[in-house]
T-cell receptor
Framework: QQPVQSPQAVILREGEDAVINCSSS?????VHWYRQKHGEAPVFLMI?????EQKGHEKISASFNEKKQQSSLYLTASQLSYSGTYFC????????????FGQGTTLQVKP | KAGVTQTPRYLIKTRGQQVTLSCSPI?????VSWYQQTPGQGLQFLFE???????NKGNFPGRFSGRQFSNSRSEMNVSTLELGDSALYLC?????????????FGPGTRLTVT
């Protein structure tokens, strides 16, 4: 039931792009993305609803393919401040509101 | 608006004891969810409360319990602590917008069981 994120870790240079994927074996109602920096609480980035929409937040955007039950987070022209662990959380198609998180993807941006 | 607050921030307990953690949600948020975060297991859902009722529950033993008060503040209790309960406990408050709950996390309570 826990969504699977890939890759587990990625190292980038400033200005490079990255994609983080989130896959579920179950039909989804929504996908939620968070970023957590070391020693801090997860910070909400965005929510995507079923319907295949794409959303953007500064240089971070995401897509949701409802048929494939997959979501991808795109980080373009990465900045040092993007470093952290990214989590996707999924809500099942019955929309009980129960949010189940993936294991996280650690992103490190180097100068 | 003030963010989600959790108290205490740090706690050290011994095996067999019990502990109560508190969470005050963002003003106007009626839902509070609790998560356990450990390096090995990641963010694990404990339970969610909405209007003083448990709405969702994760796969944790009955030693983990919670409640929500009329002002939406929530507490979680862990009885008969085990070493494996050492973790960061996060609560998140949320409001529903267009059928979706946006969750905002508090800073967490770091529990160490010795």
């Amino acid at each position: 039931q826990q969504p699977v994120q890939s890759p587990q870790a990625v190292i980038l240079r400033e200005g490079e792009d990255a994609v983080i994927n989130c896959s579920s074996s179950k039909a989804l109602y929504s996908v939620h993305w968070y970023r957590q920096k070391h020693g801090e609480a997860p910070v909400f980035l965005m929510i995507l609803l079923k319907g295949g929409e794409q959303k953007g937040h500064e240089k971070i955007s995401a897509s949701f393919n409802e048929k494939k039950q997959q979501s991808s987070l795109y980080l373009t022209a990465s900045q040092l401040s993007y470093s952290g662990t990214y989590f996707c959380g999924t809500v099942g198609s019955s929309n009980t509101g129960k949010l189940i998180f993936g294991q996280g993807t650690t992103l490190q941006v180097k100068p | 608006k003030a963010g989600v607050t959790q108290t205490p921030r740090y706690l050290i307990k011994t095996r067999g004891q019990q502990v109560t953690l508190s969470c005050s949600p963002i003003s106007g948020h009626r839902s509070v969810s609790w998560y356990q975060q450990t390096p090995g297991q990641g963010l694990q859902f404990l339970f969610e409360y909405f209007s003083e009722t448990q709405r969702n529950k994760g796969n944790f033993p009955g030693r983990f319990s919670g409640r929500q008060f009329s002002n939406s503040r929530s507490e979680m209790n862990v009885s008969t602590l085990e070493l494996g309960d050492s973790a960061l406990y996060l609560c998140a408050s949320s409001f529903e917008r267009q059928g979706v709950n946006e969750q905002y996390f508090g800073p967490g309570t770091r529990l160490t069981v010795t």
